[in-house]
């Protein structure tokens, strides 16, 4: 499509919307890419996807309110995106997106320096978001491209995204000099790439460049419901799933000194599942409950709804997933909640006693609201998470973050092994759940994991040659071995990490693995380290051919 000549000084919802759109087309086209913007040499770059669903949700949260305002659009992607972000880089959009959201608050529209002013918001909140904010990433990207396009605020929004999309650019071209890994890996950042082509969608979309690829997006409509699932004699047996973005109004309370954990502990007593959060003047909740009606009456009192869903659950009760998802149980004390891929690592996470497994992991990183879905589930007042992955975790703690219907104790474990051993060490005898959770950071701190999985390109590790297309094996970010086929790898990684020191060693083949020869390699392990146990297991999992734990 040709581009406009005509410049625009105003924002409003349908071109902040239709920019949100080209940014997710943009994006999509080349999250492949992104994904290949991977720091560590195996096949497990999932950056681009992650970001392209974050986006999706969010988008997909706006495009269903017809007629609404800047403000009331950036607020619902805000809250999209909250629930839909997956990895690292997912849960760091999520949260440029809500500091945008706080900047465009209460706002009909803006013109270019109040939205120069929400991406001054949106990086204040992107680096208050990460404990421990490391220069080099995204984070990094997002604050020196507003940083360069500042003295363009004055002029029309295609002069400052000019300045913003320049200031990235020259930004991410410098993020291998600020971060070593990157520079080793001969990368640059891949967060900060996925955002340059988010804002180059916003580019596009102001020079009048539509990609009519979006169609692939949820919009977030309901599906046709079965009327003959709850008819004239049917018993309300699950209650309402009640969603709702209320608004606080200062005619009703004092918005400076207003404390929201007022509704919170109102909501935990009138229904269960509460999802509570509150951003700016803005409340989001979920609560399931039998009088729904009560519920929006109660909270009328300190403000006005934005969105409104109400959804009766027993209408879906013939939907198995949804009806154990849904189904009223006696809340126990404590609860867990891990995260595995590959059908044996869920049936073993399973029998190591795992009240819930996510389905996720390396490529596939579950969003915040497949951890609320779980939370919801296990129905425990303490649910303890075994993340089992470091592009998880943050997810799992920005999950916790918002539910309010148990304490949630994230264990940071940052792969397979740590999980399954903190798992199976875990021991609720003392009822004190600080000390369970203290007992479980340690024990999984000292777990000894390794991975063996494919090359995709050349690189040089200490003294290791590695060649694409090799097997390397290694721990954390540190490869240790390389080889000519899974097994020699792994055999390798077992002398590098001392097998023979340990008393078992847990095996687990990933869906690749010839059986035969994981067979073969079992075999060779038993009489290289007769000390050592190896136990074998089929583990499923994509990625990685081997995982190695040493017990």
């Not at 803005?282 to 009192?301: E, F, M």
Request: hydrophobic share 40%; proline share 2%.
């Amino acid at each position: 499509m040709r581009k406009k000549s005509v410049q625009t000084f105003t924002l409003g919802g349908a071109l902040f919307l239709n920019m949100l759109a080209q940014g997710y087309a943009r994006l999509n086209r080349n999250r492949k890419a992104v994904n290949e913007l991977n720091v560590f040499p195996i096949p497990d770059g999932d950056t681009g996807d992650n970001m392209c669903l974050t986006l999706s949700a969010g988008y997909s949260k706006a495009a269903a309110l017809e007629g609404a305002s800047l403000g009331e659009l950036a607020d619902a992607v805000s809250s999209g995106m909250l629930m839909g972000a997956r990895g690292n880089s997912g849960v760091i959009l999520s949260r440029i997106f809500a500091g945008l959201a706080k900047g465009l608050s209460k706002k009909k529209e803006t013109n270019t320096a109040g939205f120069a002013n929400a991406m001054k918001s949106a990086v204040d909140e992107a680096y208050a978001s990460v404990s421990n904010p490391v220069e080099g990433t995204i984070l990094t990207v997002v604050r020196e491209g507003t940083d360069a396009a500042r003295a363009k605020s004055g002029e029309s929004l295609e002069n400052y995204v000019a300045a913003l999309l320049h200031g990235m650019e020259e930004s991410l071209e410098a993020t291998p000099d600020k971060l070593a890994v990157l520079k080793e890996a001969g990368v640059v950042d891949s967060g900060g790439a996925g955002l340059l082509h988010i804002f180059y969608g916003f580019q596009d979309a102001l020079l009048g460049i539509i990609d009519n690829t979006t169609a692939d997006i949820e919009t977030g409509q309901a599906s046709s419901i079965d009327l003959s699932a709850f008819d004239e004699n049917t018993e309300l047996e699950f209650g309402y799933c009640t969603e709702f973005l209320l608004r606080l109004q200062s005619s009703k309370v004092d918005l400076a000194t207003f404390d929201e954990k007022v509704i919170e502990r109102y909501l935990q007593g009138a229904g269960d599942s509460v999802v509570f959060f509150r951003e700016g003047s803005i409340i989001k909740v979920h609560v399931h409950s039998k009088t729904p009606g009560d519920i929006l009456s109660h909270c009328q009192r300190w403000g006005e709804f934005l969105t409104l869903k109400i959804e009766n659950m027993t209408l879906q009760h013939h939907n198995s997933a949804f009806a154990e998802q849904h189904k009223p149980v006696k809340r126990k004390e404590f609860g867990s909640v891990t995260v595995a891929s590959g059908e044996g690592l869920k049936r073993i996470f399973g029998e190591l006693g795992a009240d819930y497994v996510v389905e996720g992991g390396q490529t596939m990183n579950p969003s915040v609201a497949d951890f609320v879905t779980a939370f919801d589930s296990v129905r425990a007042r303490h649910i303890f998470v075994f993340p089992n992955n470091s592009n998880i975790v943050m997810t799992a703690r920005q999950a916790a973050e918002v539910y309010s219907d148990a304490r949630i104790h994230v264990i940071p474990t940052k792969n397979t092994g740590a999980g399954y051993v903190a798992l199976a060490s875990m021991d609720t005898t003392s009822g004190n759940a600080d000390e369970i959770e203290g007992s479980l950071v340690g024990i999984a701190a000292n777990v000894v994991c390794g991975m063996v999985s494919s090359a995709i390109r050349d690189t040089v590790s200490g003294n290791l040659e590695v060649h694409k297309g090799d097997f390397i094996g290694f721990r954390d970010d540190d490869i240790l071995s390389d080889g000519d086929s899974p097994e020699a790898a792994a055999s390798a990684l077992c002398d590098t990490l001392r097998a023979g020191e340990h008393d078992v060693v847990l095996v687990f083949t990933g869906a690749d693995c010839d059986p035969e020869r994981s067979e073969e390699l079992d075999e060779s392990l038993c009489a290289r380290f007769p000390a050592t146990e190896f136990i074998f297991n089929n583990g499923g999992q994509a990625v990685f051919d081997y995982i190695i734990v040493l017990c």
